[in-house]
C-alpha cells in the first residue's frame, strides 16, 4: 500500500519568511497529490493539489512541487501571516480513485507575528 | 463543491455500546468516503462507500466494527460498534465533486 511520509512535524517561521513542508510517497501509481489545511477544531480544507502531469502549480502565495521520479512533492507558502498556523497535511491518492487518500502525519506551523 | 453535514456533531459513549453517524450531500455523488483522525493524529481512510454494493474497507478495518449503508447517492451512515476507548476519535465522511475532496465537519466521539 502507500506510505507517505511529511517532514517536518513542527515548523516554526517568523511573519513574512517563506515555510517549506515536504512529502515523499511509495505508491508509482499515484496521480493526485492535495494538500489540506486544518485549523484546531475544523475540518480539513484543501489548499492546493497537483496532478502528476504538471511539476508545479502556483495560487498566490502558495506553491506545490512535484517530482514524480524521485516520488516527492512539496508546499511552499510565501510572505506567511499569523493565520497561515495550522496543521498541513500532504495526501496522495490510492489506486486511481479520488477519494481515496492516504495522508502524511501532519506538520504544525506556528507564524510569529 | 459539496455542502456536506454530519450528526451527530459529538457523543459521549459508553464502552460496549454502538453509535451510528450520519453524514448528508446537498448532491448525488457516486462515492462516499469514511476517514477517522485520532486524537492529534492524521486521517486515515476507513472504507469507501457506493450506494447499491458493499462498502469496501481498508486494511485494519472490517464490517463487523464499522457497518455502512449507503441507501442512497446523498446518504451514508457509519456505526462504530461495540465501542472502546480506542475508537475515540473524530469520524469524517468525504465526498468529490469538482475534482477535489471535501470533508464533513466530522463527529467527535468519547468512549469512556
Known amino acids: 500500500g502507500e506510505n507517505v511520509e511529511q517532514h517536518p512535524s513542527t515548523l516554526s517561521v517568523q511573519e513574512g519568511d517563506s515555510a517549506v513542508i515536504k512529502c515523499t510517497y511509495s505508491?508509482?501509481?499515484?496521480?493526485?497529490f492535495p494538500w489540506y489545511k486544518q485549523e484546531l477544531g475544523k475540518r480539513p480544507q484543501l489548499i492546493i493539489d497537483?496532478?502528476?502531469?504538471?511539476g508545479e502549480k502556483k495560487d498566490q502565495r502558495i506553491a506545490v512541487t512535484l517530482n514524480k521520479t524521485a516520488k516527492h512533492f512539496s508546499l511552499h507558502i510565501t510572505e506567511t501571516q499569523p493565520e497561515d498556523s495550522a496543521v498541513y497535511f500532504c495526501?496522495?491518492?490510492?489506486?486511481?480513485?479520488?477519494?481515496?487518500?492516504?495522508f502524511g502525519r501532519g506538520t504544525q506551523l506556528t507564524v510569529w507575528p | 463543491s459539496a455542502v456536506i453535514s454530519q450528526k451527530p456533531s459529538r457523543d459521549i459513549c459508553q464502552r460496549g455500546t454502538s453509535l451510528t453517524i450520519q453524514c448528508q450531500v446537498d448532491?448525488?455523488?457516486?462515492?462516499m468516503f469514511w476517514y477517522r483522525q485520532q486524537p492529534g493524529q492524521s486521517l486515515t481512510l476507513i472504507a469507501t462507500?457506493?450506494?447499491?454494493?458493499?462498502?469496501?474497507?481498508e486494511s485494519g478495518f472490517v464490517i463487523d466494527k464499522f457497518p455502512i449503508s449507503r441507501p442512497n447517492l446523498t446518504f451514508s451512515t457509519l456505526t462504530v460498534s461495540n465501542m472502546s476507548p480506542e475508537d475515540s476519535s473524530i469520524y469524517l465522511c468525504?465526498?468529490?465533486?469538482?475534482?477535489?475532496?471535501?470533508f464533513g465537519p466530522g463527529t467527535r466521539l468519547t468512549v469512556l
Open positions: 497537483i496532478r502528476s502531469n504538471v
Open positions: 468525504s465526498v468529490g465533486a469538482d475534482n477535489e475532496q471535501f
Open positions: 505508491d508509482s501509481a499515484s496521480n493526485y
Open positions: 495526501a496522495a491518492e490510492r489506486g486511481s480513485t479520488l477519494g481515496r487518500l492516504y
Open positions: 462507500a457506493n450506494q447499491g454494493s458493499e462498502a469496501t474497507y
Open positions: 448532491s448525488q455523488v457516486t462515492m
